[in-house]
């Protein structure tokens, strides 16, 4: 659609603040909602940005509109919810910029205009928006587009697999290749992969349309874009839906966080007290891939982020197990996470209510052994966590840190310095009570070299291995050593 006709949409009311000269016949290819202060990594170029201005100030300003300018923007949308109207500096360093600038009523929902900006003129186009706005469901949406292409689309995501459609015999290979391609759209064994979701999400969460592809057909390739175009607005619907959700985790976790038990406002939460819980642990960066993961296994889970963490309160059915629904989770996005930890721990099964806060404490200390682990997405429970694991969880990590530089760092630095693998012996000679010629047979090794090995290691740390004492340092030293120091 183009500029001009948009903001000459009578029923939007859309009133142009800055319109430079030749702007109303520019382009609207897409549209990207964004409250980020700097939006111009997710841009393609021919987007209509439409912002809530919750990240105004004097100072943020020129970085937004220079992102916006730079990313290729057809123009930019300001909501007048938030403030009241449109500020004055705004449109001023939108007019020296030249970016078209429209303000946007409190009454017009963002929804509205990405509903118009998409709409095509084409019979089709028309009919697949029709069928959005009539609330017909994804299903009956797939049906229109099916019949104009010959063959069926698919709405998938990573972690819930199919949202809408039938299940393509290859969706593991399309999760797969969605995950990993360097740029989407993509084709991938004549089926086009477009994102259907917010340019901002992460992948792993993100949902995603398959369609069979000719590249040479160009109406079919507008089809397929025009989909997931309105796939996405239905997504977006959903995440609406869920904002109360995500308030009400809020409330609970701060609670929670607090110190309190949170019994009243897990009750608002749907969770009442007494009911079964576990509670997670995670790093900060997966609280959405987490609350998608559960949510494919466990009614009404509260997911937040907290403290720089996110924690879950599970609801917990007979013989559900989490443990093994979020590894399998991890698993299928794993080719989407290269570089990223997700270090997971998980509570023993407790009565909401005041037992809440010990839960809290078990799981981060099993989050923090996770950490330690050499997978990036480790998950531990408490179950997993024998007597002096457990305790050394519950130690502070300068102390860990301190204990194991003082007690093994001559060791770790000859190491270095040698290449003499002496952490690696006293790992297997302890883990086999102090044998030599199992420890021997373990590394392949003439009892000996392990004999030389070991005196080495008391000497370097003025302990003998003949005493137990001596051993337990040894052997909590070990265990508080990251996996790069037991190799």
């Known amino acids: ?43 393609a170029g021919g987007e209509l940005v439409l912002t809530g201005l919750v990240w105004w100030s004097p100072g943020a300003a020129e970085t937004f509109v220079d992102a916006v300018l730079t990313g290729g923007a057809t123009a930019l949308g300001a909501g007048e919810a938030a403030l009241g109207g449109v500020p004055d500096e705004l449109v ?99 089926i086009r992969l477009l994102s259907a979701d917010a340019p901002d999400r992460h992948r792993a969460v993100s ?68 009911t079964p819980v576990t509670v997670l642990v995670s790093a900060a960066a997966a609280t959405g891939l987490i609350d998608e993961i559960l949510r494919t296994a466990v009614p009404d889970p509260v997911v937040g982020s907290r403290n720089g963490a996110t924690i879950a309160i599970v609801p917990r059915r007979d013989a559900d197990p ?50 330690a682990r050499a997978e990036p997405a480790a998950v531990v429970t408490a179950d997993e966590i024998d007597s002096h694991m457990l305790l050394l969880g519950s130690v502070p990590d300068e102390v860990r840190r301190a204990y194991r530089h003082r007690v093994l760092g001559p060791v770790l630095a000859y190491d270095s310095a040698h290449d003499a693998e002496l952490v690696a012996t006293l790992t297997v000679f302890l883990d086999h009570s102090g044998s030599w010629s199992r420890c021997a047979e373990v590394l392949h090794l003439h009892v000996n070299t392990v004999r030389y090995r070991i005196a080495k290691v008391e000497q370097l740390t003025n302990r003998n291995l003949s005493r137990f004492d001596d051993r337990v340092d040894l052997f909590l030293a070990l265990r508080l050593s990251g996996p790069s120091d037991r190799r």
Do not use: K
């Open 322 to 371: 989490l443990a093994d629904v979020l590894r399998a989770g991890f698993a299928t996005v794993a080719p989407g996470l290269t570089g990223t930890r997700l270090p997971t721990g998980l509570s023993g099964t407790v009565p909401a209510g005041p037992a809440l806060s010990a839960a809290l404490e078990e799981a981060r200390h099993a989050a923090g052994l996770a950490a």
């Open 207 to 274: 949902w995603f349309v398959a369609c069979p592809a000719e590249p040479s057909d160009a109406d079919a390739t507008a089809l397929a874009e025009e989909l997931a175009g309105l796939v996405a607005l239905e997504r977006a619907r959903v995440d609406a839906g869920r904002r109360a959700e995500r308030r009400l985790a809020d409330q609970v976790l701060r609670a929670l966080t607090a110190g309190g038990d949170a019994s009243a406002e897990l009750r608002v939460a749907g969770i009442a007290p007494g």
């Open 1 to 43: 659609m183009l500029l001009g006709d948009l903001l000459g949409t009578e029923d939007l009311r859309l009133r142009p603040l800055v319109l430079p000269a030749g702007a109303d016949s520019r382009t609207v290819v897409d549209v990207f909602t964004t409250d980020l202060p700097d939006p111009g990594r997710y841009l």
């Open 92 to 190: 001023e360093l939108c007019r020296r910029r030249g970016l078209p600038l429209f303000a946007v009523p409190a009454s017009v929902s963002f929804a509205d205009i990405t509903r118009r900006a998409l709409a095509t003129g084409r019979p089709v186009g028309r009919r697949l928006l029709a069928v959005l706005a009539g609330r017909a469901g994804l299903n009956r949406l797939l049906d229109v587009a099916a019949a104009e292409l010959g063959e069926p689309c698919v709405v998938l995501s990573p972690v819930a697999g199919v949202i809408a459609g039938a299940p393509p015999e290859d969706q593991a290979a399309l999760v797969r290749a969605f995950l990993t391609a360097p740029r989407l759209p993509a084709t991938v064994n004549g």
